[in-house]
């Protein structure tokens, strides 16, 4: 999955069931990468444990085209056989892989999942509270292996399993039209980026965002759930988190990090970051310290 002229992989630790292998990996990425992934014969799950690269940007070349890019997300989806171009900055990042046995995902479907070029859209930023809190159980078990792990991994990857059957199932299932433009979903982006935040990391208010994009609230709040899946709150945290992870690895204080946020004290911002991160920001610094 890495183009050895440009980044180097390495597997700090990994653990394997029949349906699913699971692993912490660091990538060492010196310059800005394009790269084309792709998986035959499994369900590819990234979730990254210390922030992406800016400006990291993916697309499936073969159906959309080559100038078709759109954000990485915390946690992205490869289907089996299907081919994702990937376009990054370079730095160091660490990330959960997880590869899932289709035949699993399809059996708790019903059916083999189809995915159109719609739907493989809702693929490169999964905001599903419920798959990121699975995903942080399976991270921990392979950090620390406990007292039988691999029937306890049995267990996690039946559950991401019957997760992302019921995630792309619903994605099937919502109306095509009815969605905000790509335009509008580019002006978010933008607004939310980590550069915008550097001066301001207040979050927007919705009644900002809906002006920024010439809608009423309502019309944003709608067209926003049918294009990613998720409330445009949970979104606006999701990214306030990435901006709060980069301004812990660059050494901020927690204290300071929480006020200029616009959180009401240190612990607010603690709790918020656990919930979103699954470990708390010293936690997250610590580890982020032996990832990189």
Request: charged share 25%; proline share 5%.
């Amino acid at each position: 999955m890495t183009d050895p002229a440009h980044a180097t992989m390495v597997v700090d630790a990994e653990l394997a069931v029949a349906s699913m292998t699971a692993q912490i990996v660091r990538f060492d990425i010196p310059q800005p990468t394009s790269t084309m992934h792709a998986i035959e014969d499994r369900y590819h799950l990234n979730m990254c444990l210390t922030p992406r690269p800016l400006s990291s940007r993916g697309g499936y070349a073969k159906r959309w085209g080559p100038h078709r890019l759109e954000r990485l997300g915390d946690i992205f989806l490869l289907p089996p056989g299907e081919s994702l171009f990937v376009k990054g900055g370079s730095g160091r990042q660490a990330s959960l892989i997880c590869h899932l046995n289709p035949g699993l995902v399809h059996g708790l479907a019903g059916q083999a999942l189809a995915w159109d070029d719609q739907h493989l859209a809702t693929t490169l930023d999964i905001g599903s509270a419920r798959i990121r809190a699975i995903l942080f159980r399976v991270t921990e078990e392979v950090r620390h292996p406990g007292l039988g792990w691999d029937r306890m991994l049995g267990f996690l990857a039946g559950e991401l399993a019957l997760e992302l059957a019921r995630h792309c199932l619903e994605a099937a299932e919502r109306p095509i039209t009815g969605g905000l433009s790509g335009w509008r979903l580019r002006l978010i982006d933008e607004r939310l980026s980590d550069e915008r935040w550097a001066e301001d990391r207040r979050a927007p208010t919705l009644q900002e965002l809906a002006a920024l994009c010439n809608l009423s609230p309502r019309q944003l709040t709608r067209g926003f759930r049918v294009s990613r899946a998720c409330s445009i709150g949970d979104y606006i945290e999701q990214r306030r988190m990435e901006s709060a992870k980069r301004l812990l690895m660059a050494g901020e204080s927690v204290k300071s990090i929480a006020f200029a946020m616009g959180f009401a004290s240190p612990s607010s911002f603690t709790f918020a970051f656990r919930r979103a991160v699954g470990a708390s920001p010293s936690t997250f610094r610590q580890r982020q310290g032996r990832a990189i």
